[in-house]
């Protein structure tokens, strides 16, 4: 590609809103560009590095036997009323209506699709197993999207769906997928560790997460100190022993005296900070099921360890908080996202939560309080799970729950996951074949996700420095820049450029040559290229040819090299 022709918009600056250094130089180096919130275009130099990380995805899961298809973006609400998610998924679906006023949604997932598909397309054990996947838009839309394309509310996901009759072979498809995860992201060149993951509202036997290490990951990953045990760590809490049942809510019961408590004393009691106080307590009274518990073991840590907190108990830590001004209101929720479950019979709770949500556009609350319609139904367990996803009931260097060492906490990204579905989606949507008796039965179900766009990112969170991206070679929009110095002024210079430039297109090479005229200096194309972060650099000179040397410089080394003019091209094949 000729720099003349290409659309370089790179930036000095970083934009303000960006916080995370993806973000930063994916902005800096006119990769992506934002539409509307969690809405972005990719321009020609972000999209040939989405295309290397979907080309890498694709020719993997060809390889382990998955085959490829192509689901509608929109979905029909029918399918979804099926499953019960079009009630359960809550406000990250987008629902939309068609002329006629028939429901919609932009599919956040696949799973009611394809078992729609399957149930229609698959009669006999004998096609068993089979596995589909796509590499797909989808919508999401997040409570907070943030981190540019990390968190986005569009973004392309790559997704498979496997069909088994029996958990065995499911088991032998998962490990495959478990294993083609791997070879994807050695491909990449990234740093990256699978781990146990929680099977949380999907159910399922088994489940791990594929995360790229990286301070801004939004997820803590719990290491052994010792062993090879990792795993995400709402799934190592999960697996800490249970509190006492019964323990005494003593000090709750302090509060529940009929005094107004004022906000600074609630804090204290619950050593919490005071800006966390209305989410948790938000929490505290979300859902009275059987999460609740772990809701509460969440939330309530260290000397204050509650294990249950009864619905009077809990109006009894909000009903000072029905005194509170608006201000300190305003100032609890601090932006945070707080939140509610349904059937909640609590008058406490149904004013604060008009109060959160009058002063907070940010404050998503349940529907349906004491009868009352609040919103549309944005109520989602999710939230209040995300919600509390920085309160932590396991620290670094608690017992690992593997039993050997201590845990060690990292931060990650979340790029893939893989679940075993087993039969929560085939059973609702009765999507059976028949089995070696010739008996109906359901079939056992895996998927598989990979983040697309996320990798792009996460990827420059492990590869950067102070003058850009550093690209795996795998992800490198060009593998090879070419630099010419005043071009105009010496034929030998734009000869030799020339020259290179097309011999190595001819190669197969991806190649950029920084051709644009004088009025771009030396200066700018050089940060412009180490911004960009194309892994080999070659700056073409007079000063240079005159020894009959060019300059090469690799984007991972600190400083360059002089090499023969002859022998560039072999060094670069
Ligand atoms: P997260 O925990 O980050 O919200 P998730 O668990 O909701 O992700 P999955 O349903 O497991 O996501 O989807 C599969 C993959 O899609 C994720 O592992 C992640 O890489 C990617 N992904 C999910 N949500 C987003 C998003 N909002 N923007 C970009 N990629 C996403
Ligand atoms: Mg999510
Ligand atoms: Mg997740
Ligand atoms: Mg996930």
Redesign the pocket.
């Known amino acids: 590609m000729r720099a003349s022709r290409f659309l370089i918009s790179t930036l000095k600056e970083s934009p303000s809103d960006a916080v995370v250094i993806s973000h930063q130089l994916m902005l800096r180096a006119g990769m992506i560009r934002k539409v509307a919130s969690g809405l972005y275009n990719w321009l020609p130099l972000g999209l040939k590095v989405l295309r290397n990380v979907e080309a890498i995805v694709r020719e993997e899961m060809d390889r382990s036997g998955a085959q490829e298809i192509l689901m509608p973006a929109i979905q029909p609400a029918e399918l979804w009323q099926e499953t019960g998610r079009w009630q359960k998924y809550g406000g990250e679906l987008l629902r939309v209506k068609d002329r006629h006023g028939r429901d919609f949604c932009v599919g956040p997932?696949h799973e009611e699709v394809i078992t729609d598909l399957a149930r229609n397309e698959l009669a006999s054990y004998k096609q068993l197993p089979m596995t589909f996947y796509q590499v797909q838009t989808k919508f999401?839309d997040?409570t907070r999207p943030r981190f540019g394309?990390?968190?986005?509310?569009e973004?392309i996901?790559k997704d498979a769906y496997s069909f088994h009759v029996g958990q065995e072979s499911l088991q032998e498809e998962y490990d495959n997928i478990h294993a083609t995860y791997c070879r994807i992201f050695d491909r990449l060149g990234l740093d990256y560790r699978p781990v146990q993951a929680d099977t949380g509202s999907i159910g399922g036997n088994a489940s791990h997460?594929f995360h790229v290490l990286a301070d801004s990951g939004?997820?803590d990953i719990a290491f052994s100190s010792v062993s090879s045990y990792a795993a995400n760590i709402e799934m190592a809490e999960a697996l800490l022993p249970k509190p006492e049942a019964d323990a005494p809510s003593q000090e709750l019961a302090e509060v529940d005296t009929g005094e107004h408590k004022t906000i600074e004393e609630i804090c204290a009691f619950l050593n919490i900070e005071a800006q966390q106080t209305l989410k948790t307590l938000m929490v505290l009274a979300a859902d009275h099921s059987e999460e609740q518990t772990k809701l509460v073991a969440l939330v309530v840590r260290g000397d204050h360890e509650l294990n249950e907190i009864k619905a009077e108990k809990i109006e009894s830590v909000l009903a000072p908080l029905t005194f509170a001004t608006d201000a300190e209101i305003a100032a609890l929720l601090n932006c945070n996202t707080g939140c509610i479950g349904p059937n909640i019979q609590n008058e406490h709770i149904s004013v604060i939560i008009d109060r959160a949500a009058s002063v907070s556009s940010d404050f998503v609350c349940g529907a349906n309080i004491n009868g009352k319609h609040l919103t549309g139904a944005n109520w989602t367990r999710d939230i209040a799970l995300s919600s509390v996803a920085d309160i932590r009931n396991i620290q670094a260097g608690d017992p690992s729950p593997c039993g050997e060492g201590v845990i060690e906490i990292k931060r990650g990204i979340?790029?893939?996951?893989i679940f075993q579905l087993g039969k929560t989606y085939s059973a609702a949507l009765n999507a059976t074949v028949l089995d070696q008796n010739g008996k109906s039965a359901v079939m056992d179900m895996g998927c598989y996700?990979?983040?697309i766009?996320?990798i792009v990112a996460a990827a420059i969170e492990q590869n950067y420095d102070d003058n850009g991206i550093i690209w795996p070679e795998a992800l490198a929009p060009f593998t090879v820049g070419i630099v010419p110095l005043n071009a105009h002024k010496s034929k030998e210079v734009s000869e030799l450029a020339e020259g290179l430039y097309n011999s190595l297109k001819e190669k197969g090479i991806s190649v950029y040559l920084d051709d644009r005229d004088k009025k771009t200096s030396p200066g700018v194309k050089f940060a412009d290229m180490e911004l960009i972060g194309t892994p080999h650099r070659v700056v073409i000179s007079d000063r240079g040819l005159k020894e009959g040397e060019v300059e090469y410089k690799f984007r991972k080394d600190k400083d360059s090299q002089n090499v023969k003019a002859d022998d560039i091209e072999a060094m670069l094949l």
């Open positions: 997932t999401r997040e394309v990390m968190r986005s509310r973004f996901m997460e939004e997820d979340e790029v893939g996951h996700g990979i983040g766009s996320r």
